[in-house]
């Protein structure tokens, strides 16, 4: 099956969600090909441990890509310990500039309690905006929703659960399997 020919993968919302001391990161746990569910418990919100530093990533695209993306990220964690955006733009560095990385197709959302941020192939590292950052198929629908509650009395968890459902109901690629991770200051 030539390239252009297959389906591709599918799928996935990752939001971020930071409020009151606390980074909470969800994701779901659909897999897709073409318009087929080929999962619904995979799990795209991991903990990672590099050099004592604790970090929660959310990933979205190939899962092998995002591996190699993450264990690459455990590496610029390991060279600056404590430093969260100095790994991630070196890491963002290496996949715009390494012609192995560049053929990557994955996005990243990273958070040591402090800092939360997106990483892409392009290039960037982004810190969003009023706390929030989402990527995936249902990236925007819960981006939308989280953005419509961070004023309320809801913590951070109670947002990114709540965006994470409206995104399922609207995605067809998200589904409410979630993987939850939160992270304090």
């Known amino acids: 099956m030539a390239k252009e020919e297959f389906p591709g993968w599918?799928?996935?919302?990752?939001?971020?969600?930071?409020?009151?001391?606390?980074?909470?990161?969800?994701?779901?746990?659909?897999?897709?090909?073409?318009?087929?569910?080929?999962?619904?418990?995979?799990?795209?919100?991991?903990?990672?441990?590099?050099?004592?530093?604790?970090v929660v990533a959310g990933f979205a695209g190939s899962t092998a890509d995002a591996f190699a993306l993450l264990e690459r990220l455990e590496v610029k964690l390991e060279a600056h310990p404590g430093q969260l955006q100095r790994a991630s733009v070196e890491l963002a560095k290496d996949w715009r500039t390494d012609k192995y990385l560049q053929k990557l197709e994955a996005m990243l959302i990273v958070t040591d309690g402090t800092e939360l941020l997106v990483i892409t192939g392009a290039g960037d590292v982004l810190e969003p905006e009023h706390g929030i950052a989402a990527i995936g198929s249902g990236g925007n629908f819960a981006l939308a929703a989280a953005r419509g509650m961070i004023d309320s009395d809801r913590d951070?968890?109670?947002?990114?659960?709540?965006?994470?459902?409206?995104?399922?109901?609207i995605c067809v690629y998200t589904n409410g399997n979630l993987t939850v991770e939160s992270i304090s200051a």
């Open 10 to 54: 599918h799928g996935t919302t990752i939001i971020g969600v930071k409020k009151g001391g606390k980074v909470v990161v969800a994701g779901d746990g659909q897999v897709s090909l073409g318009q087929t569910v080929i999962k619904g418990t995979a799990r795209k919100v991991r903990r990672l441990a590099p050099g004592g530093s604790d």
């Open 156 to 169: 951070a968890e109670e947002i990114a659960r709540t965006a994470m459902a409206i995104a399922a109901d």
